[in-house]
Structure formats: C-alpha cells, structure tokens
C-alpha cells in the first residue's frame, strides 16, 4: 500500500503540474492548450474509474490498469502543453532573429550562440519524440520548455535595446550609403571636368 500511496502522489503532483503549465502557457500565448486539457479529463476520469473499483473492493488486474491510464495521461498532459509551449516561443524567438538578424543580437543578448544552441536542441528533442513515448518523455520537455520560455522573455526584455541599436546600425548604413554616393558622384564630377579641359586644351 505504500508504494500506492507514493504512486498516487506522483499522480497528483503530475496532475497539478500540469494543470499549472497548461495555464503558463496560457498566459504567453492566449490559447487554450485542448489536446492537454483532454488529456487531464482523461486522467480524471481513470481516476474516478480506479476510485470506484477501489471502493467497491475490486482491486486487482482491472483497477491496477485504470490507476496506471490516469498516470499516463497526466503524464501526456504534461508533455502536450510544454510541447505548445516550446513551439509557440520557438516561433517568437525565429521571430526576434528574422527581425535582428545575426549581427544585432548576439551584441545585446549575453550568450546569444550559446541559448540558440538551446534552442536547436529542444528542436531536435520535440521532432524526436513519437506520440508513444509522451507520457515517458514529459519530465524532460517540461524541462525544454522553462529554458525556451527564459531564453523567449529575455528576448523580450532586451526587445528596446535591439531596437536600439538596429536603428543605429541602420542609420550608420544610410550615412555611408549617403557618402558612398557622393564620392561617386565626385569622382564623376572630376572626370567630366577633367574631359572638358581637356577639350577645351584642344
């Protein structure tokens, strides 16, 4: 009975768990988390299952394998909302580099290469991990998706500094456009002024 009760507060812990996620994600992204909330019904409706065949002194094959989906599917509600946590901030953070590029950031953002390599691997992990396998792997993208989530609000954080620093990047580039330009057309000035003495040596 004892490793029941530990099971059952792995189950709990889960529960909650990712009942908080589904709300942190959330709160970043405005969206409703459905397949995770589906999943946590579905836990608690195992669980009323196992409960009840627990009460009525039924405890064997039938209850053991309701006890184990209410896990597993706590577990899945886990991993599915750190899953659209992960791809929401990836998708702000592809953003954030579309805008700064490579020569802003890591200027502003301290161990930029170092977090993008963060972000690559919870990449690879997302796109690795076959539906089978989310209840097993939900710990370790849950602990993906706090790092993306860091890396994505320090982004966000640094956002006037970037501004900054690219519309200073921008006008450095105007004023050398700009003088670019005007050598050029000094340098066509003199010909056109040397061709006429010339002619006019002639």
């Given at each position: 009975m004892s490793d029941k009760k530990e099971l059952i507060k792995v189950l709990c812990y889960d529960f909650e768990q990712a009942d908080k996620i589904i709300q942190?994600?959330?709160?970043?992204?405005?969206?409703?988390?459905?397949?995770?909330?589906?999943?946590?019904?579905?836990?608690?409706?195992?669980?009323?299952?196992?409960?009840?065949?627990?009460?009525?002194?039924?405890?064997?094959?039938?209850?053991?394998?309701?006890?184990?989906?209410?896990?597993?599917?706590?577990?899945?509600?886990?991993?599915?909302?750190?899953?659209?946590?992960?791809?929401?901030?990836?998708?702000?953070?592809?953003?954030?580099?579309?805008?700064?590029?490579?020569?802003?950031?890591?200027?502003?953002?301290?161990?930029?290469?170092?977090?993008?390599?963060?972000?690559?691997?919870?990449?690879?992990?997302?796109?690795?991990?076959?539906?089978?396998?989310?209840?097993?792997?939900?710990?370790?993208?849950?602990?993906?998706?706090?790092?993306?989530?860091?890396?994505?609000?320090?982004?966000?954080?640094?956002?006037?500094?970037?501004?900054?620093?690219?519309?200073?990047?921008?006008?450095?580039?105007?004023?050398?456009?700009?003088?670019?330009?005007?050598?050029?057309?000094?340098?066509?000035?003199?010909?056109?002024?040397?061709?006429?003495?010339?002619?006019?040596?002639?």
């Amino acid at each position: 009975m004892s490793d029941k009760k530990e099971l059952i507060k792995v189950l709990c812990y889960d529960f909650e768990q990712a009942d908080k996620i589904i709300q942190d994600v959330k709160s970043i992204t405005n969206e409703e988390v459905i397949p995770a909330i589906s999943q946590l019904r579905y836990s608690g409706w195992h669980l009323v299952r196992w409960m009840s065949l627990f009460i009525e002194g039924k405890e064997g094959e039938d209850s053991e394998k309701e006890f184990l989906e209410a896990i597993n599917h706590s577990k899945r509600a886990l991993f599915d909302a750190s899953r659209h946590g992960i791809l929401f901030c990836m998708e702000g953070i592809k953003s954030f580099r579309d805008t700064y590029g490579g020569e802003i950031l890591p200027e502003i953002v301290t161990g930029y290469s170092e977090k993008m390599y963060k972000v690559e691997e919870s990449r690879k992990f997302v796109i690795s991990v076959s539906k089978a396998e989310r209840d097993v792997r939900a710990d370790v993208c849950y602990k993906h998706f706090v790092t993306i989530k860091d890396i994505f609000q320090e982004l966000i954080y640094c956002q006037p500094d970037l501004n900054k620093l690219k519309m200073k990047k921008e006008n450095e580039n105007k004023r050398h456009n700009q003088l670019f330009v005007i050598s050029i057309a000094s340098v066509v000035v003199a010909i056109i002024s040397i061709a006429v003495a010339i002619a006019l040596a002639t």
